[in-house]
């Protein structure tokens, strides 16, 4: 059976009753969870809340799998700011020593840029490593996998991860393959997305699961958009260093039932 690590909308309950869901989803027989870039945030700044985290977490009978590193604005590899930067590095590299001494967690889901890159992609590579070489030195020392994802510029395609894989080639370094960004890069070059999949199936360490149309990035439920996950899932779950397959859909609609049925529907066959 497929294992599905879900990230979900930790807002809709006050945080004493985070346990609740938790227990929810593990009634559904899926007892694993991704861990959002805000719950990684708050942890890296107090231990009380890690540490309540984990307890919840423990009482439930659910692990997190995977976790998404803080990103955006100045939180991102390739953000730019050297003022903010060492603050920054502070937090990745307290979240890579932390998260997999203390829950288990051994991939680390990063963004290259959120905002539009100034340069080429082969400057991309080139400053990349003034950030990404501390960091690795980090997840080495605690068998972390950094896995940067794919997104929709020409310095995060599918098709220019490879660069920076190759440059900073390390047993810590691989990739997250986004798999709706993917879809939706694959539709406005009318090209297939098999090629993509193809191309960084030896880097997957993490791959994101959400639907869209083909047209923006929705974040659907899976089974909600056009993308074909009886196709899919056999290539993705075939990927010789893949640790995590991570539910990354917006589902408040939901609830926690339909959702863990849905999946199990739509993505593990069942």
């Not at 997957?204 to 974040?219: A, M, P, Q, W």
């Not at 056009?226 to 609609?253: F, G, K």
């Amino acid at each position: 059976m497929i294992n599905i690590a879900h990230f979900w909308n930790w807002n809709r309950v006050a945080a004493e009753k985070w346990e609740e869901p938790m227990v929810a989803f593990a009634a559904c027989g899926h007892t694993q969870l991704a861990m959002t870039a805000q719950l990684s945030l708050q942890a890296a700044f107090s231990s009380d809340f890690w540490k309540s985290l984990k307890e919840k977490a423990k009482a439930a009978g659910v692990t997190f799998s995977g976790v998404h590193a803080p990103f955006g604005g100045k939180w991102d590899l390739l953000a730019g700011d050297p003022e903010f930067l060492p603050v920054s590095m502070h937090v990745h590299k307290t979240l890579l020593e932390l998260l997999p001494n203390e829950f288990g967690i051994h991939t680390y889901t990063m963004h290259l840029m959120n905002d539009l890159f100034p340069g080429t992609t082969e400057q991309a590579v080139d400053q990349l490593g003034g950030v990404l070489e501390p960091l690795l030195e980090v997840a080495a020392r605690h068998q972390v996998i950094i896995a940067i994802e794919n997104g929709f510029q020409p310095i995060d395609s599918p098709d220019t991860l490879p660069h920076y894989l190759h440059r900073y080639a390390s047993e810590n370094l691989g990739c997250c393959l986004d798999l709706a960004h993917a879809h939706v890069i694959a539709h406005r070059r009318h090209e297939d997305l098999d090629r993509y999949i193809d191309l960084l199936l030896p880097s997957i360490v993490v791959c994101h699961l959400h639907d869209n149309d083909g047209k923006e990035d929705r974040h659907w439920v899976p089974g909600d958009g056009i993308i074909d996950w009886r196709h899919v899932m056999p290539r993705l779950t075939a990927a010789p260093r893949l640790q995590s397959l991570q539910n990354e859909s917006h589902s408040d609609a939901l609830s926690i039932e339909a959702l863990c049925h849905r999946i199990d529907v739509t993505l593990r066959g069942m």
